[in-house]
């Protein structure tokens, strides 16, 4: 697999495109008329797109259909209800070895984040710029940035962790950002987040979520022995504070329309049909 293109150009070209035709499917607009939207000739979208993506645009749009993401739906249920019945979690459970998850103390979620040390760092990524942050302990923040500001950035970490001594650190930073957009991850990730009960629960049945799958806020809250709390799940995904890794893109409506997404419809829909495409090149 190549390296991932950590390109912003790059990126918001994919995601204008993407967007273009999401708004446009009914008159299913021509290669040229998508090349031509995001000022490129035929030739260099087909090239820039087939780098990024791993296949062509054509193939990938099969990728971001309802009848897609119903199929995917019903076949991670599947896979799920299989899992939970042996004991096991298939890939999701490969994906739970390589990314795993710890919580803060009620004492440290009390102190807001007194007597820790906080390193951040702003860096491209193959779905736009983002702030990657770190505790001692592992990852604590990945959030996607639409305009670059540095101030912002630490503004935004500040109001999540208000006691905190929080200090740039771009080189370090650097080395994570390389190690979470490789797939698959060359060693395990720690996350270190701050977060109610019920949002780690939610946050932790995220992680059993297959690289390339999809599940519903329903299928989400039934997995958790909690099926009539769909709308609470729903306000826990959103507040999930490291993205990517915690795959909250791939939870999507039951309709098979994709949804709201923190960091935007777009990203959204890039992200799904990236991985669907990573997993077609593997399989």
């Known amino acids: 697999m190549e390296s991932p293109v950590y390109d912003r150009q790059t990126y918001g070209q994919i995601a204008k495109a993407i967007a273009f035709i999401r708004d ?40 971001l ?24 979690s298939s890939s999701g459970r490969l994906h739970d070895l390589f990314v795993q998850l710890v919580a803060m103390t009620p004492g440290e979620f009390k102190a807001e984040g007194a ?3 906080i390193c951040y760092g702003i860096h491209e990524t193959p779905f736009g710029a983002c702030l990657i942050a770190t505790t001692d302990r592992g990852i604590c923040n990945l959030h996607f940035l639409d305009k670059v500001d ?11 962790w208000p006691n905190a001594d929080i200090m740039a650190d771009q080189r370090g930073t650097e080395n994570i950002r390389d ?11 720690v996350l270190h987040v701050k977060g ?5 629960q939610v946050w932790q049945a995220l992680l059993q979520i297959p690289f390339g799958s999809l599940t519903t806020y329903q299928g989400l809250a039934t997995s958790i022995g909690k099926p009539t709390a ?16 915690i795959p909250c893109h791939r ?25 669907a495409s990573q997993q077609e090149g593997q399989s």
């Open 24 to 63: 446009n499917h009914l008159e299913q607009p021509s290669l040229t008329t998508i090349a031509q939207h995001v000022n490129l000739s035929e030739y260099h979208f087909q090239r820039l797109f087939t780098k990024w993506a791993g296949i062509s645009p054509k193939r990938f749009l099969q990728y």
């Open 150 to 160: 540095r101030a912002t950035a630490k503004q935004h970490l500040q109001t999540e």
């Open 230 to 245: 769909a709308r609470a799940i729903g306000n826990a995904v959103g507040r999930n504070p490291v993205g990517y890794l």
């Open 251 to 275: 939870v999507i409506r039951g309709s098979g329309e994709i949804g709201g997404y923190r960091w935007g419809l777009d990203r959204k829909t890039v992200l799904l049909g990236w991985e």
């Open 179 to 189: 190690l979470i957009f490789q797939s698959p991850l060359p060693s395990p990730l």
């Open 65 to 88: 259909t309802l009848e897609y993401a119903k199929s995917k739906i019903t076949e991670t249920k599947n896979l799920l209800e299989l899992s939970l019945e042996s004991g096991l």
């Open 115 to 117: 007597g820790l040390k």
């Open 196 to 200: 109610t009960n019920f949002q780690i």
